[in-house]
């Protein structure tokens, strides 16, 4: 349950506006719910202000239509990732309005508002081959209220291309750094920025890439500081955490 349908419920019990009873009704799917092949942390947007995400892969389209079927009561925003076609066929029929990327393989259901507009969240690829997985950072950041802003195939095998963006990376309050081969552009970017910079590796590459390994070794070995790395082609992670940042900026002005 989301923190606002919280207070609303509460408002409506102190106006007699509903009874105790349908006040516990509400409640009773609080922490978690069991639907036997999934417990639903209903929870988590209390504890950490974000709600449980659901992981696509691995998971079939009936399971998949079950868990948004319940969460879709206690949560205003659901983000899917990692999944198919068929996941989206079956997710619309009880969501005709939700929003399917087929580059991200991704469902959001009610994005946030954005209010912020002046936080700038800005999403640098390499190249266009990491599009997939910046695709999935964009709509995961973009599902939580930020304003992302996509600078794609901006590599290091042609950094005019990332300098003639100078401004808008410097006017970024986070920018997520999306890059295969070597995995340098990250290292470029927190040397000219005074912003948090998230690396997300990604497994484009040649053989020596390794998958992927090659980057992350090179990113989590950055000489730059204000660098984080998450895992091989986690867009999801790196939207996330560009999401808490964003989040945190938020409060600090409240």
């Not at 509460?10 to 009773?28: C, G, M, R, V």
């Not at 319940?70 to 066929?89: A, F, G, Q, V």
């Not at 973009?142 to 600078?151: P, Q, Y």
Request: hydrophobic letters at 40%; one cysteine or more; a neutral charge.
């Amino acid at each position: 349950m989301e923190e606002e349908k919280l207070i609303k419920l509460l408002n409506s019990f102190k106006k007699d506006e509903i009874t105790i009873d349908n006040a516990l009704d509400k409640l009773k799917s609080l922490p978690f719910e069991d639907l036997g092949f999934v417990k639903i942390d209903n929870h988590r947007s209390l504890r950490t202000g974000f709600p449980e995400v659901i992981y696509g892969e691995g998971k079939t389209k009936e399971q998949v239509k079950i868990i948004v079927k319940s969460m879709i009561k206690e949560n205003n925003t659901i983000l899917i990732t990692r999944c198919k076609k068929e996941h989206y066929d079956e997710v619309k029929k009880i969501v005709p309005n939700c929003a399917y990327n087929k580059i991200a393989n991704t469902i959001v259901i009610n994005e946030k508002e954005i209010i912020n507009t002046d936080i700038k969240v800005v999403i640098a690829t390499g190249g266009t081959s990491d599009l997939p997985v910046a695709e999935e950072a964009y709509v995961t950041a973009r599902a939580f209220g930020c304003n992302v802003i996509k600078l794609i195939d901006v590599g290091v095998a042609g950094i005019h291309r990332l300098l003639d963006n100078k401004e808008l990376l410097f006017d970024a309050n986070v920018v997520i750094a999306i890059a295969g081969m070597e995995g340098a552009l990250p290292s470029v970017i927190g040397g000219i920025v005074s912003c948090p910079v998230i690396a997300v590796p990604t497994s484009v590459g040649y053989g020596a890439n390794f998958q992927g390994l090659t980057p992350l070794l090179a990113m989590l070995n950055s000489c730059a500081s204000g660098i984080a790395v998450v895992n091989i082609d986690n867009g999801f992670g790196g939207g996330f955490m560009a999401s808490t940042i964003v989040k945190q900026i938020e409060k600090g002005r409240k």
